[in-house]
């Protein structure tokens, strides 16, 4: 600072006016000054008036508009879906972030890594949030999301080889045609029972033939009885020569084959298990004694997993029981979750870059001491890394708790069809009240006010911490 | 020698794994898989943009990794061929360059003039000025829509110059919500600028401007660099000051076009995914040249 | 409490080719003050992490209370060891830092009350307990890193350079209050330092380290007085030995010295003692070396060592100065009485007797006497 004071008495000696020299300073502030008077302090004041007005800005309205707000069911879900958006993503953001820098640690290719994950900020977010809505489209040829869980779901819960679609309407029910019923999970049991030597045939019906065709099925025959073992025939009742006769096995009419059937005893429980030939036909070997039901067993009928439907209407909704209203307003849309991992693959990086940077920053000296003082390498992570970092933790959250009040684009790009009314956020009601079909200001300011309002505790913070600076 | 001979010791070199495994190991396999997951959306895109119009939706489009044969430009030549019509490819290219570079230079400008103001100018307040500033950083763009609308219409009356519905219009706004991190980064960077070297410069005899663009200007090249990406990259990706602004002009930026396409036009997902490739590969350019004084960037303005 | 064994202990860092640290051995008995001294990069402070378990052990071995360690992470070796920058917890308070490695050892509360407190007087922080590192000053934190290790009650305390970060006032303090607590605790200690004032000061025994190979380890007395080598010699004692080329000259009756000049201003005569051995060396020149502190300014009959200088700088230290002067282009540097009348420009003669001067050899650097 002594500088400074060579160059106060430099200037007050008169060589050189300081009034000019101010000017000079001065002139330099000026483009910038006028510009952030003009397009950003001036409207930011002017938005509180406009909130205040009609929506043509002509007639003093007081605080209806804020009354409107607080009373439009859309823009209740914009409130509620920015508060769904602040209370998930900052939180899975900065964690991410913290893993990932945490990680990249350790490893030899680190910035690569690292310029990888970064990769996506620069990408408009209406360009990822277009990525993104095809990898979650629904069909699993577009949707590499859904396409990844159908091959990973159909592993441990594989489609029967006669499915039921049940959102075609479908119901096992609907295949019974004789001497079965449906059971409520999803498998068929046969109505009559037999002992061993005896016989239990059953028919069905809505069979696609395409599915018959592909399985090589053959002509039904009804196999003779056997002593010891109960047998049978699980075969497509239905002849175009006799549509009604439901009971018997008419010429051409086939077998279905590989059937997964199961022998049950009256109380319910599966003593033996078997599958049907190419021509239907089964047969349970060494039966004890009591008579036995057949099963045709609920895998058979299974559709598998069908995908999710990231993008549609669908809601997680947490507690039933509520009025329609509180059910609506505790509800989270599953696109919402949608754009929330978008934009984490998005933002992560950021996170991941500043966290990085308190972590290098760290003085090692303090991690060795807390292992030298006992601590396991978990330990010190917890107890004294992460502590340590909490002022940049702070940082990421507080950043990105702005970030997403302010979400915007995402939603405009990625909502569609009945998702469109379940997502808004504000600043997306912000445009839709007050730019679609005209420029209409009353309750369109009103909730940027409302918006700015939210902003406000963050700036508060930005401002403490960078005068503690 | 013999240390060499020491490491080959067999319980040594188990020792040496073992110390290795917990930490390298998984970390490696871990990243791996993440790094894979981290790039499918983008190949995604690339891939959708390379394939047959006609296979989208019919197969996924990572069977085309499995036959590379079949990939094509025909996409790009398409919309390519288009030339620059209006509410076409190209057209939406240009327009985003001719928003995005004189907003970029703009900002820098002014941002390097009131740093050096707001650190090395003398007068009072200047405290003051820069908190003020740092409160602009985080005030949303939503705030000011309308107003500035209004106040375009209202220069229109004046002056009859409206900037609502032109690229100018959008420009201006761009700058004003540039400026206060543009503001925040300059004024921090140059304030670490030793003041010795102003005071030596001074003593010399150079008037301000001089001391501006002889000392502070080279010396800050690293952080205008900075602004100058971030800045740019902001711009070039932003959707709604250009949905808001440019009104029913019929020359959109490269994100209203790839919207417009989305909703307007339900278009076919070629045309969004050869667009959004053509939309990402400049900030991707600019990002791997610069990707040092990216992070940079990033790490000086955590507030924005 | 425990001895620690360095048996051939070797660290090579994959890159580098030569090795840090090569083949150390070292005994500390239990309850000695050892420093490990040397210049910076001479592996001391690498030496040191390996015990602390920081560094992995390329070979060699490393025995702390009779047991082998080098396997063992470092919370299992019951070490304590205070870092040159503290390395203290910023964001727990004193008694939390202090307690920090009690706490992960589960150790009842009032144990760790108990051990805080009586550690917190030794060390005068009991005012300072429920304050962060950040409101400390430079030495009440590293009187907190002191305390640290002390709650810990280690078999063996390691310390890395403590005092570097302190001012010079402080760091004379400091250092007689660690002397002090290891005489109170009868601890072993491990006192890393580039610093050979500390280590003189302080010490029991000295290891000096120079490109990471032991040079010498013996007492402050051995080391001064019959330093192994012209390394050690100069290393050790400020400031640094006097240090002159001459050439042997071998009679059939005697062997002499000359200056490496023909007109040399520089004279030293030797002992019987001091012809035989250098009689029986195998070199044709010899580095004759001489404290600063056993030059005086007159000719005395029968010196061991003499030579006619100029002096070119006096720095007045009060009690004395340090005069710096040239003969034969070679620097001499002599701490006279400061009530000598030698000013600049003079030309004056300085001496000191035959059991002060020293012999290296010329190439290995080995004292011949």
Redesign the interface.
């Known amino acids: 600072m002594s500088g400074s004071t060579i160059n106060a008495k430099i200037r007050t000696s008169g060589h050189r006016p300081w009034i000019r020299e101010h000017a000079v300073s001065f002139a330099f502030l000026a483009p910038a000054a006028i510009w952030l008077l003009f397009i950003v302090i001036y409207p930011t004041i002017d938005t509180v008036r406009l909130s205040l007005f009609n929506e043509s800005a002509t007639k003093f309205l007081g605080l209806t508009n804020y009354k409107t707000v607080f009373s439009t069911d859309t823009i209740l879900t914009a409130f509620r879906n920015n508060v769904i958006w602040v209370l998930i993503f900052p939180f899975f953001v900065t964690t991410i972030g913290l893993i990932f820098a945490v990680l990249t640690e350790r490893i030899r290719w680190a910035t690569a890594f690292k310029a990888l994950i970064v990769m996506p900020i620069v990408f408009s977010t209406t360009a990822s949030a277009l990525v993104w809505a095809t990898m979650l489209d629904n069909s699993p040829q577009i949707g590499a999301v859904n396409a990844a869980v159908l091959t990973v779901s159909d592993w441990f819960n594989p489609p029967g080889a006669y499915p039921v679609s049940a959102t075609a309407g479908q119901t096992v029910a609907n295949l019974v045609g004789s001497n079965a019923h449906a059971e409520k999970n999803s498998s068929i049991v046969s109505n009559s029972s037999a002992r061993a030597g005896g016989m239990i045939d059953i028919g069905l019906e809505d069979v696609s033939p395409t599915t018959l065709a592909l399985l090589k099925a053959q002509d039904a025959v009804k196999p003779q009885p056997m002593s010891g073992a109960i047998t049978g025939v699980v075969w497509r009742a239905f002849s175009p020569s006799d549509p009604t006769n439901k009971t018997d096995i008419l010429p051409a009419e086939l077998g279905l084959p590989i059937l997964r059937l199961s022998l049950v005893n009256p109380q319910g429980v599966s003593v033996a298990t078997t599958t049907t030939t190419t021509s239907g036909q089964y047969k349970f070997s060494n039966v004890g004694t009591g008579s036995y039901f057949v099963e045709l067993v609920g895998s058979n009928f299974s559709s598998g997993f069908t995908g999710i439907s990231w993008l549609g209407g669908s809601s997680l909704t947490p507690v039933s029981g509520l009025g329609q209203t509180a059910q609506a307003l505790l509800s989270v849309p599953l696109a919402d979750m949608a754009m929330i991992i978008t934009y984490l693959w998005i933002w992560a990086g950021f996170a991941m870059v500043l966290i990085g940077a308190g972590l290098a920053s760290l003085n090692r000296e303090v991690l060795e001491a807390a292992r030298i003082d006992g601590a396991k390498e978990w330990q010190v992570f917890r107890r004294v890394t992460v502590p340590m970092l909490a002022p940049v933790l702070a940082v990421v959250f507080v950043t990105m708790i702005i970030n997403v009040l302010k979400v915007f684009d995402i939603v405009l790009n990625m909502a569609s069809g009945s998702s469109i009314n379940a997502t808004p956020t504000l600043a997306v009601e912000i445009y839709n009240d007050g730019f679609t079909g005209g420029v209409h200001s009353g309750v369109s300011s009103a909730i940027a006010v409302i918006l700015f309002l939210l902003v406000l505790p963050a700036m508060i913070m930005n401002l403490k911490r960078i005068k503690g600076v | 020698m013999t240390t060499t001979a020491q490491t080959s010791d067999p319980t040594k070199r188990r020792h040496l794994l073992r110390r290795m495994l917990p930490a390298r190991g998984p970390s490696n396999l871990v990243l791996g898989i993440i790094a894979i997951v981290w790039l499918v959306p983008t190949v995604s895109l690339l891939v959708i943009s390379l394939r047959p119009e006609a296979d989208f939706g019919v197969s996924g489009w990572w069977k085309a990794l499995l036959d590379p044969a079949s990939l094509t430009f025909s996409n790009y030549r398409v919309l390519f061929d288009q030339g620059f019509v209006a509410g076409g490819l190209l057209d939406s290219l240009m327009t985003s360059i001719e928003i995005t570079v004189p907003a970029t230079l703009l900002v820098v400008f002014f941002a390097c003039f009131a740093g050096h103001s707001l650190v090395f100018g003398k007068w009072r307040g200047r405290d003051v000025v820069f908190l003020t500033v740092v409160g602009l950083m985080v005030v949303p763009v939503q705030v000011a829509l309308i107003p500035v609308v209004q106040f375009y219409h209202e220069l229109g009356n004046l002056f009859g110059l409206n900037p609502y519905g032109t690229i100018p219009g959008v420009i201006i706004f761009h700058v004003a919500f540039g400026l206060p991190f543009g503001i925040f980064l300059m004024r921090n960077f140059m304030s670490g600028i030793p003041m010795d070297l102003l005071e030596a410069a001074r003593m010399e005899g150079a008037g301000e401007w001089k001391v501006f663009y002889r000392i502070v200007l080279p010396l800050a090249l690293p952080a205008l660099a900075s602004l100058a990406i971030f800045q740019f990259i902001w711009v070039w990706n932003d959707l709604l000051v250009a949905l808001v602004f440019l009104g029913g002009n019929a020359h959109t930026p490269l994100t209203v076009f790839l919207y417009d396409q989305n909703h307007e036009l339900q278009a076919n997902y070629w045309i969004i995914s050869t667009g959004a490739i053509v939309s990402v590969i400049v900030p991707l350019i600019v990002f791997f040249s610069f990707q040092r004084y990216f992070v940079r960037g990033v790490l000086a303005g955590a507030v924005k | 409490m425990a001895s620690v064994v360095l048996r051939n202990l070797?660290k090579?860092y994959s890159g580098n080719n030569a090795?840090s640290l090569e083949?150390l051995n070292l005994e500390i008995a239990d309850g000695e003050f050892v420093c490990l001294v040397g210049p910076s990069g001479c592996g001391k402070t690498t030496a040191l992490r390996m015990i602390?378990?920081?560094e992995?052990v390329?070979?060699?071995e490393i025995e702390i209370g009779g047991r082998i360690v080098?396997?063992l992470?470092?919370?299992d070796?019951d070490?304590?060891?205070v870092?040159?920058?503290y390395?203290?917890?910023?964001?727990?308070t004193v008694a939390d830092n202090m307690s920090?490695?009690l706490k992960?050892?589960k150790v009842p509360k009032a144990e760790i009350e108990e051990a805080v407190q009586s550690a917190a007087k030794i060390l005068d922080l009991v005012d300072l307990l429920k304050r962060k590192p950040a409101q400390l000053s430079g030495g009440q934190r590293q009187r907190v890193a002191l305390g640290?290790a002390l709650v810990?009650d280690p078999a063996v305390f390691l310390m890395d350079e403590p005092l570097s970060n302190l001012d010079a006032k402080l760091r004379v303090q400091t250092r007689a209050e660690i002397a002090q607590l290891h005489h109170r605790l009868q601890a072993t200690m491990l006192y890393v330092t580039h610093d050979q004032v500390e280590a003189m000061t302080m010490a029991d025994r000295i290891a000096v380290l120079n490109l990471g190979v032991l040079e010498q380890y013996g007492t402050p007395r051995e080391l001064y007085n019959f330093p192994n080598n012209q390394f050690v010699a100069g290393f050790i004692g400020s400031p640094s030995m006097n240090f002159v080329s001459m050439r042997i000259n071998r009679d059939v009756e005697r062997v002499y010295l000359t200056g490496m000049s023909a007109d040399s201003n520089i004279k030293v005569t030797l002992t019987d003692e001091q012809s035989d051995i250098l009689r029986k060396s195998d070199c044709s020149d010899i580095v004759v070396g001489v404290r600063p502190e056993h030059l005086i300014e007159e000719s005395i009959d029968h010196a061991g060592f003499s030579a006619v200088a100029e002096v070119e700088v006096i720095e007045f230290l009060g009690n004395d100065e340090h005069i710096h002067a040239t003969s034969d282009d070679t620097d001499l540097v002599a701490i006279l009485n400061a009530h000598s009348s030698v000013a600049r420009g003079d030309s004056i003669t300085l001496s000191a007797p035959h059991d002060t001067v020293h012999f290296f050899h010329p190439t290995s650097g080995l004292r011949l006497n």
């Open positions: 070797t090579q090795p083949m602390a378990g920081l992995d390329t070979s060699g080098n396997n992470p470092s919370r070796r070490i304590a060891l870092f040159q920058s390395a203290l917890y910023p964001h727990l920090f490695g992960l050892r640290r810990r």
